[in-house]
């Protein structure tokens, strides 16, 4: 998992160029905008009704880049700590490859539009795995799995958002991406499930859950 972490980071290493604007993402693409765009370099265009503060096709780039970066640390983490069980490892591994070639067609966009993009975790990507890497026995199982599904659980609204952009590109990516997150997120909660169930037997020498 260290090889596929470094290899994602260099993908991602896209030049630090200059932002261009781009379009908000659930606003249809229209001829209207375009001339907007090319007579006005530079300026947010804004649908009617719409608040300034839409995601825009750039911004879903870059937090779609540094989310898949905290996926495939969390898989590290998981290879790592010989608490987890081999459905836990097998799941992250599954969604550090699935975030690994996301990444690698998000970096490709970004480098074709000059979009900035960070090769560093989120500081509250890395806070929590930091503390979870801490963790020994089945509470890092716990705890694991818990983190997954509300990374996974946001995921789904991100790419649910960005499938509905009137960027064709951006569209496509997300609804292509969008089937692997969320047969992930339902393994991660079938796993949940199967640990919670298996938490009243914790002090009598069972075997560990999944």
């Known amino acids: 998992m ?28 229209s001829p209207l905008a375009d001339e907007q765009e090319a007579a006005q370099p530079g300026q947010k265009l804004t649908a009617p009704g719409q608040t300034s503060s839409a995601m825009t096709a750039d911004q879903f780039v870059r937090e779609a880049i540094r989310d898949n970066l905290a996926d495939i640390e969390a898989a590290r983490l ?22 690994t070639q996301t990444s690698a067609q ?15 975790l989120a500081a509250e990507d890395r806070m929590a795995l930091d503390r979870i890497g801490k963790l020994q026995g089945q509470e890092f199982g716990r705890q694991y799995v818990q983190w997954l599904v509300t ?3 946001q995921d789904q609204r ?6 509905q952009s009137g960027d064709p590109a951006v569209s496509q990516l997300a609804r292509q991406a969008l089937a692997a997150i969320q047969a992930n997120l339902q393994a991660a ?15 009598s020498g069972a075997a560990p859950a999944d």
């Open 2 to 29: 260290r090889t596929i972490f470094a290899v994602t980071l260099m993908m991602l290493a896209v030049p630090a160029l200059a932002q261009t604007a781009d379009q908000p993402l659930n606003q249809p693409q």
């Open 78 to 99: 998981a290879q790592a700590n010989a608490a987890a069980t081999p459905t836990v490892q097998q799941l992250g591994a599954r969604i550090a490859r699935d975030a």
């Open 106 to 120: 998000l970096a490709r966009l970004a480098s074709e539009r000059n979009t900035q993009v960070s090769s560093d």
């Open 151 to 153: 990374d996974l659980e």
């Open 158 to 163: 991100l790419y649910q958002q960005a499938a």
């Open 189 to 203: 909660k079938d796993i949940q499930a199967s640990q919670a169930a298996a938490a009243p037997n914790a002090g």
